[in-house]
Each structure stands twice: as structure tokens, then as C-alpha cells.
């Protein structure tokens, strides 16, 4: 049988992954803070539970998919939270990008309570989410991955077990960094082009098959081109998430100039009302 899936925030990119998980025939429990939010789901089957204490009580896997590392201390601690509230033996995975040190913390408070715990973020944007096609990143104990494998495969084509507890989130501030100055070398890319006289989309055409080939610039930049600034992943969840890997950095004694020479030009367009944005919109820092 199939478990039994509670989720947990259903945002850009939760909503299609807990769509996905519907399509496949789990039943899915959803709870988030704005309801309309899970209207798309639920009309697809959702089952809605009003608090995240009556999700727990209802399911068997409960995936979480939220905001910020203190979104993600609301939903697992506390008299009305996870840890405190699912049943026995129950698997609790969180999909957030967050810090590893609060991973860490949430597998020891679980294990307590004789539950477990898996951090399990996740890369690929609102494309990876919608197609299936998501990194998923994952720490925990290899005997409880290997349980919810089968729920890993409909999210992801790439999952990959890291390590023990925390050892997920450590992966994705790798992936962060990589992206982050990836990001300001395909935007300079791209305004040079434009400044130079070229046809953007050729240019692109030549480059992304070449050594300058990525992700970002073959999915960001036509986005850019068409000048859709919409967020497959929000500027401000982005400065979060390189806030923690420049943190976690100090921690280890580690020095990284590109990341926050990256860092402080996203919190200038965030100052100027691009914080919900797309990362893509990183273009309008040049022009």
C-alpha cells in the first residue's frame, strides 16, 4: 500500500510537486497558511486538514515545503507541531532549502519521539517541480530514504543520498553557490550580447551547447529575453538561502567573494521591489 502523504506549504513549487504525488495516486492531505493557495489541489483531490496537528494525525509521510528556516521551526516544533503531533514511526521530510544545523536539530528532536526524519532539498524551479524533474538533495538515515525512494522518483529524476542528517541541506548551499555566480556570469553574457548588436536568441543558440553551458542559461535566459521576470524561484528565498551558505562558510572558516559579491547585488534589486521576482530578473541590475 501506499502511504499516506501530508503536505505542507504549496507554493510556486510545492504545489506542483504535491500535484505530482495526487497524479500518481497517493492520497495527499494538504495544510498551508493561505488557503486559497491549495484551491488548485484540492479540486484535483487534496484532502484539506485545518492545522498542521490534524495533518500530522492523518498521514504517514508528511512532506514539508515552506519558506524560511523559521517557517520551518513553526511547522515542526511547538505543542502544535509536527514532532509533537505525528504518529509513531511516521517519516517527516523537509524539502525547504534550510540550514543545516536546524536539519540536524529537527532528525534529533524526531528520533526522540520515534519518528524520522529526512532533509530533502530540492533544485530544478518551477520547470524541474512541474515536469517531474527536480535534484533532489538528501540527508538522513539510508535505511529511511530508502523507504520513500518510490516517493523521491515522482518528484525527481536526479536523487541522490548525501549522508547523514543535515548532509542534504550542506549539498543544496553547494548547489546555491554554484548558482550564484553562475547567474551574474550569464547575465553579463547576455546584456554584452544585447549591447554588442547580436540576436540574443542566436547568441544563446551557439553558447549553451559550448563550455558555457547550464541550467540557468538555457532555461533563465529566454525567460529574460522575452523579458518574463515571473519567479520559477523568488529573488528573496534566493538571498535566503545564500545568507545561510555565506553563515554556514564563517562557520567552517571559509571565505567565498563570488557568493556575496552575488549576494549584495540581489539584495539591491530586492531594496528596489524585485524581491518577487524572479532570480532571472537579476538582468535589471545592468540595465
Given at each position: 500500500?501506499?502511504?499516506?502523504?501530508?503536505?505542507?506549504?504549496?507554493?510556486?513549487?510545492?504545489?506542483?510537486?504535491?500535484?505530482?504525488?495526487?497524479?500518481?495516486?497517493?492520497?495527499?492531505?494538504?495544510?498551508?497558511?493561505?488557503?486559497?493557495?491549495?484551491?488548485?489541489?484540492?479540486?484535483?483531490?487534496?484532502?484539506?486538514?485545518?492545522?498542521?496537528?490534524?495533518?500530522?494525525?492523518?498521514?504517514?509521510?508528511?512532506?514539508?515545503?515552506?519558506?524560511?528556516?523559521?517557517?520551518?521551526?513553526?511547522?515542526?516544533?511547538?505543542?502544535?507541531?509536527?514532532?509533537?503531533?505525528?504518529?509513531?514511526?511516521?517519516?517527516?521530510?523537509?524539502?525547504?532549502?534550510?540550514?543545516?544545523?536546524?536539519?540536524?536539530?529537527?532528525?534529533?528532536?524526531?528520533?526522540?519521539?520515534?519518528?524520522?526524519?529526512?532533509?530533502?532539498?530540492?533544485?530544478?524551479?518551477?520547470?524541474?517541480?512541474?515536469?517531474?524533474?527536480?535534484?533532489?538533495?538528501?540527508?538522513?538515515?539510508?535505511?529511511?530514504?530508502?523507504?520513500?525512494?518510490?516517493?523521491?522518483?515522482?518528484?525527481?529524476?536526479?536523487?541522490?543520498?548525501?549522508?547523514?542528517?543535515?548532509?542534504?541541506?550542506?549539498?543544496?548551499?553547494?548547489?546555491?553557490?554554484?548558482?550564484?555566480?553562475?547567474?551574474?556570469?550569464?547575465?553579463?553574457?547576455?546584456?554584452?550580447?544585447?549591447?554588442?548588436?547580436?540576436?540574443?536568441?542566436?547568441?544563446?543558440?551557439?553558447?549553451?551547447?559550448?563550455?558555457?553551458g547550464s541550467w540557468s542559461l538555457s532555461h533563465l535566459t529566454p525567460r529574460v529575453i522575452r523579458r518574463d521576470f515571473s519567479p520559477g524561484f523568488f529573488i528573496k528565498h534566493f538571498i535566503k538561502d545564500m545568507t545561510i551558505a555565506i553563515e554556514s562558510a564563517e562557520e567552517m572558516g571559509i571565505d567565498l567573494p563570488g557568493l556575496k559579491l552575488a549576494k549584495e547585488l540581489y539584495?539591491?534589486?530586492?531594496?528596489?521591489?524585485?524581491?518577487?521576482?524572479?532570480?532571472?530578473?537579476?538582468?535589471?541590475?545592468?540595465?
Amino acid at each position: 500500500m501506499k502511504p499516506t502523504i501530508g503536505f505542507i506549504g504549496t507554493g510556486v513549487m510545492g504545489k506542483s510537486m504535491a500535484h505530482r504525488l495526487l497524479e500518481a495516486g497517493y492520497d495527499v492531505h494538504t495544510y498551508t497558511r493561505t488557503a486559497s493557495k491549495a484551491k488548485e489541489l484540492l479540486q484535483n483531490g487534496a484532502i484539506w486538514q485545518g492545522s498542521v496537528k490534524e495533518l500530522a494525525k492523518q498521514t504517514d509521510v508528511i512532506i514539508t515545503m515552506v519558506g524560511y528556516p523559521r517557517d520551518v521551526e513553526e511547522v515542526y516544533f511547538g505543542t502544535n507541531g509536527l514532532i509533537e503531533n505525528a504518529l509513531k514511526g511516521s517519516i517527516l521530510i523537509d524539502m525547504t532549502t534550510s540550514s543545516p544545523d536546524l536539519a540536524k536539530k529537527i532528525a534529533e528532536k524526531a528520533k526522540e519521539k520515534e519518528l524520522h526524519a529526512i532533509d530533502a532539498p530540492v533544485s530544478g524551479g518551477d520547470i524541474g517541480a512541474r515536469n517531474g524533474k527536480l535534484s533532489i538533495m538528501v540527508g538522513g538515515e539510508n535505511h529511511t530514504v530508502d523507504q520513500v525512494m518510490p516517493i523521491f522518483k515522482e518528484l525527481g529524476q536526479n536523487y541522490v543520498w548525501q549522508g547523514p542528517a543535515g548532509a542534504g541541506q550542506f549539498t543544496k548551499m553547494c548547489n546555491q553557490i554554484a548558482i550564484a555566480s553562475t547567474m551574474i556570469g550569464v547575465t553579463e553574457a547576455l546584456v554584452y550580447a544585447e549591447k554588442a548588436g547580436l540576436d540574443p536568441n542566436i547568441v544563446l543558440e551557439s553558447i549553451s551547447g559550448g563550455a558555457a553551458g547550464s541550467w540557468s542559461l538555457s532555461h533563465l535566459t529566454p525567460r529574460v529575453i522575452r523579458r518574463d521576470f515571473s519567479p520559477g524561484f523568488f529573488i528573496k528565498h534566493f538571498i535566503k538561502d545564500m545568507t545561510i551558505a555565506i553563515e554556514s562558510a564563517e562557520e567552517m572558516g571559509i571565505d567565498l567573494p563570488g557568493l556575496k559579491l552575488a549576494k549584495e547585488l540581489y539584495e539591491e534589486l530586492a531594496r528596489n521591489g524585485e524581491e518577487n521576482s524572479g532570480t532571472q530578473a537579476l538582468y535589471k541590475y545592468y540595465v
